[in-house]
């Protein structure tokens, strides 16, 4: 079943991250898709803050994966894996680069940027990816997913 | 000292070697795998990123280095590798090619920090000569496509981050730019010639955190602000001079947050230095109104900017970090360093 969530403000989108967090237990893949200054890094962040990351979020497009560790102790996530296919010629390169490392594993969360690079790539693993859309028209931001 | 240094933390395959006997160095080597034609040698086209085209390129760059060098492993008295931060997977190509020489050869292996030496390749300009007498305590402004950090150095190797970029490195700003306007990849040097005919005050574009009380940056707001600016303009991205004037002003925002943050944190930090490094220090406008900038600060500062050709990831840079680590601790420290190095994908200064 898809979601339509209306996100053009920043209270709208943070309550948005917060949300997803919270159904998050370790092992998902989160691929997102959209076009520049959508949100994608946006959203990525105050899901970290939610998650409980202490460290700064900032984009991976030109160091292609970050990895940043929860604080929360009690979590049964202890990393958030964050990549970006921006860059990416070859889809193959996402493999080449190590998430191979760290998808599907229980105590993990990827997030993905421009995952629309790699979608066959992302489907050959096998795990579960839940696609997030954003969507900008104007300045209403729309977020599918 | 001569010194074999190795880099692979992201896109670039290098080595170098680099001779320092007292205050006077001497480039002996300085091969960066994309700006050769060794591609052509070995086959294929070295892509923009490609992890494991390290695993292909480190051996006959290496081969290269050593043979342009006119250096035997005798003559090396050390090997400096960057062990972090970067991609684990690019990292650990230079580092394990690193290790096993310096165990082969049983010399010391210096671990030695990306960004450190990005800071530290301000030290040397040409093929030889003196090293710049650079005065410490100094503030370096290190912008690049992955990077944008402000850094206090106490000396060369006490170094930490006094500010840096909450969102996107102003470098990925500019290509994201780029590629709105139709520029193409890599798209910092586009935006930069479009914008030397255009006019900088054209367009009002935000100066993010440019108030703000510490020395923190935001490049993701202006790159949205270009793009809503252009989003009801299609027509006009045909216009050169329309898109220049994007470019310029664009450019002239960034500009205007990355001088206003590293003087202020040159007065508080009172600071005798200011340094630039990384690749978007390449840019001749940043490099002109932050020279400029200093002069006009009449306060005895002096400004130091990188070679070009050591603005973009290089292994050059790198050995300059390891002589001032050896220099500082001792090549004893480094013997056997191939027993504990290992890649940190995340390394703080």
Redesign the interface.
């Known amino acids: 079943m898809t979601m339509r969530w209306d996100v053009s403000t920043k209270r709208e989108m943070n309550a948005f991250a917060r949300e997803v967090a919270r159904s998050l237990h370790g092992g998902e893949v989160l691929a997102l898709e959209g076009t520049?200054?959508a949100g994608k890094?946006?959203f990525t962040?105050q899901l970290a803050k939610a998650l409980d990351v202490k460290t700064?979020v900032?984009?991976p497009?030109?160091?292609?994966?970050n990895?940043y560790p929860i604080a929360n102790k009690k979590s049964t996530i202890h990393q958030l894996v964050h990549l970006d296919c921006y860059?990416?010629?070859?889809p193959q390169?996402l493999i080449?680069?190590?998430i191979t490392?760290w998808i599907g594993r229980p105590d993990t969360v990827v997030v993905i940027e421009w995952a629309d690079k790699a979608r066959e790539v992302l489907k050959s693993f096998n795990k579960s990816t839940h696609l997030i859309k954003f969507l900008v028209s104007?300045s209403k931001r729309t977020v599918v997913m | 000292m001569i010194i074999l240094s190795i880099e692979s933390s992201?896109d670039e395959t290098a080595a170098a070697i680099l001779e320092i006997t007292g205050a006077r160095f001497r480039v002996r080597a300085h091969v960066v795998a994309s700006q050769i034609p060794l591609h052509k040698k070995y086959g294929g086209v070295v892509?923009?990123?490609?992890?494991?085209r390290h695993v292909e390129i480190i051996i006959p760059v290496l081969d290269e280095t050593l043979r342009t060098a006119r250096v035997k492993k005798a003559d090396i008295d050390a090997i400096a590798a960057v062990n972090g931060?970067?991609?684990?997977?690019?990292l650990i190509v230079g580092l394990e090619t690193a290790k096993t020489l310096a165990y082969a050869w049983g010399k010391p292996l210096i671990p030695v920090n990306h960004i450190k030496a990005h800071m530290l390749a301000n030290f040397i300009s040409g093929e030889q000569g003196r090293l710049h007498r650079i005065a410490f305590p100094a503030l370096c402004l290190v912008v690049?496509?992955?990077h944008t950090s402000l850094a206090l150095l106490k000396t060369p190797t006490n170094i930490r981050i006094v500010g840096?970029?909450?969102?996107?490195?102003v470098?990925?700003a500019f290509?994201?730019v780029a590629?709105?306007l139709g520029l193409g990849y890599p798209g910092g040097p586009a935006v930069a010639q479009r914008a030397t005919a255009g006019d900088p005050l054209a367009i009002a574009f935000p100066r993010p955190m440019l108030t703000s009380p510490n020395f923190n940056f935001s490049f993701?707001g202006i790159?949205?602000a270009v793009?809503?600016f252009i989003?009801d303009k299609k027509p006009q991205l045909k216009n050169k001079q329309f898109i220049a004037d994007v470019c310029a002003s664009f450019q002239q925002a960034c500009i205007d947050v990355l001088l206003a943050k590293t003087l202020a944190a040159a007065k508080k930090y009172n600071v005798k230095s200011i340094l630039l490094g990384g690749g978007v220090s390449a840019n001749k406008e940043l490099r002109k109104q932050m020279r400029n900038a200093c002069e006009k600060m009449n306060s005895g500062i002096q400004y130091f900017e990188p070679d070009i050709a050591m603005t973009t990831d290089n292994a050059l840079m790198g050995a300059i970090a390891g002589y001032f680590e050896a220099s500082e601790l001792g090549l004893e420290k480094f013997r056997n360093g191939w027993k504990k190095v290992r890649p940190q994908?995340?390394l703080d200064l």
């Open positions: 520049l200054g890094t946006y962040q700064a900032t984009s497009t030109f160091v292609l994966m990895i860059r990416l010629d070859d390169e080449h680069i190590g490392d104007g | 992201c892509p923009e990123v490609a992890a494991r931060p970067g991609l684990n997977m690019a690049s496509g992955g840096s970029t909450l969102d996107d490195a470098g990925e290509d994201k590629n709105m993701s790159k949205t793009r809503y989003e994908v995340v």
